[in-house]
């Protein structure tokens, strides 16, 4: 134990410094023009991003508040090979603009989808898209048709300080409390867990369908916040902040061609042949379970991007075994489509896995779409009357 801190040190003093520096304004930050809901965690992978970005979006697509504004989602486009600020559309590829931002997309043709490394500057061409027309930095941008953003959700933007959203929504994963792991490469922390202070909706990921009341106090003691009550949903980090506690848990829909020419009858087979690159399928592959026999499974690294030696392994499994269904996650299919010459048997074949979150209770649910949508009903009051930059 003294050699990992001793080991880890150097990490664990250059995220407390870059932190301290922005905590007291040593290092500047910046707010976007228009109001900002950022989705986090601290640690690498795994704890749901994607879907709870998705729920959010629909939040707001279906609120009397938004459904008539121009909403935008801004992420980097982890592993993407186009370059600074990009609008994505629905017909274009995982490999140039990543595989999340294109799912998001195409669940939601009318949100803005944008991918920007420099969050800053994403924001400032969403907020003001005539900057596309006369900035240097907007030179490789292939559409700068952009409407004008009222509303923006930050995909993985926690550790991103030089933007300061407005609100924070930070995920832990239900089976790795973080004051629990560990600073990579150790563990799994990219950031120290008192960085789940900044948020202002900590959401524990991937829980169970039921949790009594008493786990959730329990919940609350480990995260560090004080005079929770499971009712308000409500409690208090040290130092006064509040904070909302609430809990998720992932929802699996039907599975759906990852192609068009899909046939829907090896939905029921028996067997199933599973491949993913995705940070956690432990949960999918326990899922599928219950209902197939998982004859072979191919697990990649997270944001894999699959090569032709790669579709001839999984088209061999699928031959080896000509009943099975072909499964994969829906994030995995995005980049799976990018492939040249997927075998037409293995396209009939191969059926994705749509995941959404809910919340353990209606009470969690109400409390989160009341105060959301009411904070950026005064975010938006407050910039009409005093606009930023």
Known sequence: MVADKVILFPYWLSLKLRNLFYDKGIRKSVRASAPTVAIGNVAVGGTGKTPHTEMVLSLLGLSDDWAYSNIAMLSRGYKRSSKGFQQVSR???????????????????????????????????????????????????????????????????????????????????????????????????????????????????????????????????????????????????????????????????????????????????????????????????????????????????????????DVASINSAAQANPTAVVVTTQKDSQRMLDCKKVPENLQSRMFQVPIKVDFLTDREREVFEATLLGRLRELRSELARTPRG
């Open 91 to 309: 017909d274009d590829s995982a490999s140039l603009f990543g595989d999340e931002p294109l799912q998001i997309k195409k669940k939601f043709p009318a949100v803005t989808v944008a991918v920007d490394k420099d969050r800053v500057e994403g924001c400032s061409f969403l907020c003001d898209p005539s900057l596309l027309q006369s900035s240097k930095k907007a030179r490789s941008c292939m559409d700068k048709n952009v409407p004008a953003a009222d509303v923006i959700v930050l995909d993985d933007a926690l550790q991103y300080r030089r933007l300061r959203a407005d609100i924070n929504i930070v995920l832990v994963d239900w089976a790795t409390p973080p004051f629990k792991d560990a600073l990579l490469p150790l563990g799994r922390l990219r950031d120290l867990p008192e960085r789940i202070k900044a948020a202002d909706y900590l959401i524990v990921t991937k829980c169970p369908a039921y949790m009594e009341d008493w786990e959730r106090m329990q919940w609350a003691k480990s995260l560090g916040i004080s005079d929770y009550s499971p009712q308000s949903c409500e409690g208090t980090f040290r130092g006064g902040k509040k904070v909302h506690l609430l809990f998720t848990n992932i929802v699996y829909c039907p599975m759906e061609p990852v192609f068009p020419s899909g046939d829907t009858h090896y939905i029921y087979s028996k067997k199933l042949i599973l491949f993913s690159g995705i940070a956690k399928d432990t949960p999918l592959r326990r899922h599928l379970s219950d209902k197939y026999q998982v004859i072979r499974e191919f697990s990649f690294p997270d944001h894999h991007r699959y090569s032709a030696s």
